[in-house]
């Protein structure tokens, strides 16, 4: 069996990076906004360009803007990254600690000279968050998993194409399609993430090891139906579009709570058309994101639905269309990082739960093409997403150490 490196890392600069970090992009309402390609976001990666050359790693970007900074090495690489673009008004742990750890790692095997055989790499992949065509367009364009279509003509978050999105950077439509062909080989890709959840927390564990990540669909569906006058006509004459999302949102719930317990559906976003006090709603738009961690179940519920939504159709005299926008499938862990990780914990005494992620993360894509594993640390009350996001820096110590001594086991 090896030993556990002996080299610490350096928690004060890791933390005085964290909140340099979470400085670039504040928003008035408490929080940062660091969408990919912002203003923020572009200032973030030159702040993150400019750590990496200070840290004496050698700084690559690809056509999709993923950032990268590279130890050379023989044979094929390991990586380490996460994300250091936000949601809207987000928090400032959610992906940057798996950048910003990664990095911290690399630094200290360059500064004490740690001799490793294979190339190691600190990731930070574009737009995990979504907020421009899709969840993971920098993670998805590194695999060269990327659809064309879907980037010239999908609007953002930022009201526009991404093509207009884009005119603000170095990148454009065809450099991201061709991102994949610039990739090193990978043997393996680490992320350490905030669990987002409450399990940790409940279970009083430092360290989650991630089995399994969920996968999702998203689907945008409409409710379509007549309007007329909410003052004269009878409740058996109405074809209320608003009552039958009412309904299926109901059902659909109550079905997946029943039926399968421990996958999600949620409704979160919705139009009711024309929208007013007097007139019986035609038309309501809606989003139905699902989750669970069995393919299977995702390929039952989102049939189940369906069903659901055209019963309720013809009772209600409506029409229903529905269209999938995006999907992920949920993914195993590579296994032998769990069992490396799981081994590492026990040498180094910390508490762990091996346990799934009901989030989606670059490290789903990436186990497409690598052995990937991830480790969570515990977020305060399993709130993300958030100003009020937080963490305990012990936990973040103890889940950086874990990811240094992983690093240098894969590497070695
Ligand atoms: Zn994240």
Redesign the pocket.
Known sequence: MEKIQNVQLNNSRLRSDIEELAAIGRDPRGGISRPSFSKADLEAREWLKAKIKDSGLNVRQDGAGNIFGRMEGEGKTIMAG??IDTVFNGGKY??SI?VLSALECLRRIHEENIPVKRPLEVAAFTD??GNLVGDFLGSRAFLGLLDKNLLEKEITQFGTPLVEVLERTEFTIDSIMEAYKDRPELEAYLEI??E?GTVLETEDKPIGIVDRIAGKRHRLCSFLGKASHSGTTPFELRHDAFLGLADFALKCTRYTASEHYGSLVTIGKVFVFPGAFSIIPEKADFSLDFRSISAETLEEMDKHFLTLADDIASTRGLEFRSAVVDKTDPVETAPRIVTLLEELCSEMEFPYQKMASG?G?DAQILASASDAGMIFIPCTDGI?HAPDEKIQWEHLEKGAALLFQALLRLAS
């Open positions: 996460s994300h959610d992906g798996g995990e968050e993430h905030i987002q989030a993360h993300s």
